[in-house]
Each structure stands twice: as C-alpha cells, then as structure tokens.
Nanobody, 127 residues
Framework: QVYLKESGGGSVQAGGSLRLVCAPN?????????MGWFRQAPGKEREGVAV?????????ADSVKGRFTISKDKDNAKATLYLQMNNMKPEDTAMYYC??????????????????WGQGTQVTVST
C-alpha cells in the first residue's frame, strides 16, 4: 500500500509564499503515476489545484495559474512532489492533499479517480 505524506503547510499573509512537499512512504515508480494537488476549504467540495503527468506535463486550475507551480524530483525514484505557492490569497486557505494514480485532469470530480492520498496539510492565508 502506498501512503503519501504532505508537509510544508502553515500560515502566511496575503502575497506570501509556501512550498508544499509530498513524499511517498515507499518506492513508487514515478513513470507510472500521474500525481496532483487538491484542496478543500470548509463547506466546499474538494477541488483540483494542479496535476503533473508522467512526462512532466502540467495542468492548473484557473484560480492558481501564474501563481502556483507543481513539480516533482527528476532523480528521485520515490517521486517526491512539490507545490510552490506564490502571491497567495485568502481564498487559497484550505486543507491541501497530495494524490497519485489518477487522470491528468483538474476538472470537477477528477479527484474521485485518484488511487492514493495523503492526509493533508493545512494552509491558511490571512489578509
């Protein structure tokens, strides 16, 4: 069983930056897994933030384009995943989850097809 562990969440003021890290608990062939970041704010559905495919292609939700960057280690066979978040806004406040083994999509409902999930890390952006 693959488990994913997120870290790097915290509190930041609007305009600030955070970097999230997602590390699997065991060896995971990065070539075979599309990975992504999702988030869920209180009272809202979980939504896709960004995904990265096996060839390094990326997709982003419109709300984070130009501000967030998803990446993964090129040389790390454990497929550590990152999310660099810049120019953050209060509406970015949510629990952020790492996921693996799903479609190369950030559209509504795509989260339901991802096989492996972390337990989340809280991100809070204040004005």
């Amino acid at each position: 069983q693959v488990y994913l562990k997120e870290s790097g969440g915290g509190s930041v003021q609007a305009g600030g930056s955070l970097r999230l890290v997602c590390a699997p608990n065991k060896y995971m062939y990065k070539e075979t897994y599309c990975m992504g970041w999702f988030r869920q704010a209180p009272g809202k559905e979980r939504e896709g933030v960004a995904v990265i495919d096996t060839d390094g292609s990326t997709r982003y939700a419109d709300s984070v384009k130009g501000r967030f960057t998803i990446s993964k280690d090129k040389d790390n066979a454990k497929a550590t995943l990152y999310l660099q978040m810049n120019n953050m806004k209060p509406e970015d406040t949510a629990m952020y989850y790492c996921a693996a083994g799903g479609p190369f999509e950030v559209v509504r409902g795509s989260d339901k097809f991802f096989q492996h999930w972390g337990q989340g890390t809280q991100v809070t952006v204040s004005t």
